[in-house]
């Protein structure tokens, strides 16, 4: 079993609850990573149902920052057909819901392989030739141990923000691939939308952006291999910001999208 996969293993309960332990290596900054409290609650929702193994959208709000330790996510079906269900959860640490989302599961296998987009696939240079987040700076990583949980390239066009040099564009891409060279699937897809660091450190703002809402949409089996990422925002008012994330595959398909609201870095 992978890294990952324990670090997201939940523990039945009883009555659509999930026992789950935070692995304190997914911290950055204020609390754990909203990308991998999605992971732990898409898995507690996975393994509540009998026969829809893959998320194919999920909609998380983060009422309050979790922190490592033992937490419960309660499921509740809402609707269940034959090739779709509805389920409601929580993520629940002490006696504080901090995470609440509303999923649609079904099986990708079972659904027509035609991933079809005028999304343009983003140009990276190979893995080899970018940048990789052990060259992150020091004050990078120490408000983001998550980093030494996968391996992360960046497009070097789009890393001045590392020395400096921010391009103002609100864009970060880069090649992904979690530790053991663990093949993605639709339930790590949950944590690649949110991986990367926040789109604003390209804004000249670095620092952690603590997330309010995000959905996430999953498109298809990702094929084996590296994973291009691209993060991109627009928007920055009332101290907010949207970051709309595309996931690509190593066969160029379009697998996964989201978009957050997150507050600024204070």
């Known amino acids: 079993m992978s890294e990952f996969d324990q670090q997201i293993a939940v523990q039945p ?4 609850e999930f026992k789950a332990d935070l692995a304190p290596g997914w911290v950055v900054g204020g609390g754990v990573n909203g990308g991998y409290l999605l992971a732990v609650i898409g898995n507690a929702i996975r393994a509540s149902l009998q026969d829809k193994p893959d998320p194919i959208a999920i909609s998380a709000y983060y009422l309050a920052a979790a922190e490592p330790g033992p937490v419960v996510v309660t499921t ?10 509805t389920v409601a959860a929580d993520l629940v640490q002490g006696d504080q819901t901090r995470l609440t989302t509303l999923a649609t599961y079904g099986d990708l296998g079972d659904l027509p392989d035609d991933v079809r987009t005028s999304a343009e696939e983003p140009v990276l240079p190979p893995p080899d030739e970018c940048v990789p987040n052990t060259m992150a700076p020091e004050e990078v990583r120490r408000i983001a141990p998550l980093m030494e949980r996968f391996d992360m390239r960046f497009d070097p066009a789009h ?18 691939r979690l530790n053991d060279e663990r093949e993605p699937d639709p339930l790590s897809l949950l944590l690649t939308v ?37 993060h991109a925002t627009r928007n920055m008012a009332g101290g907010m910001f949207e970051e709309d994330c595309e996931v690509w595959d ?17």
């Open 13 to 16: 309960a009883g009555d659509g």
């Open 194 to 230: 949110d991986a990367l660091p926040p789109v604003t450190f390209d804004l000249g703002m670095p620092g952690w952006a603590p997330t309010l809402e995000l959905t996430a949409h999953v498109r298809a089996h990702p094929a084996p291999g590296w994973l291009k990422v691209r």
């Open 250 to 266: 190593s066969a160029g398909r379009l697998v996964a999208q989201s978009r957050q609201l997150a507050r600024q870095p204070r």
């Open 76 to 85: 509740r079906t809402l609707r269940e057909g034959r090739t779709i269900a």
């Open 159 to 176: 890393v001045g923000w590392a020395v400096g040099k921010p391009s103002g564009n609100g864009v970060l891409q880069a090649w992904f």
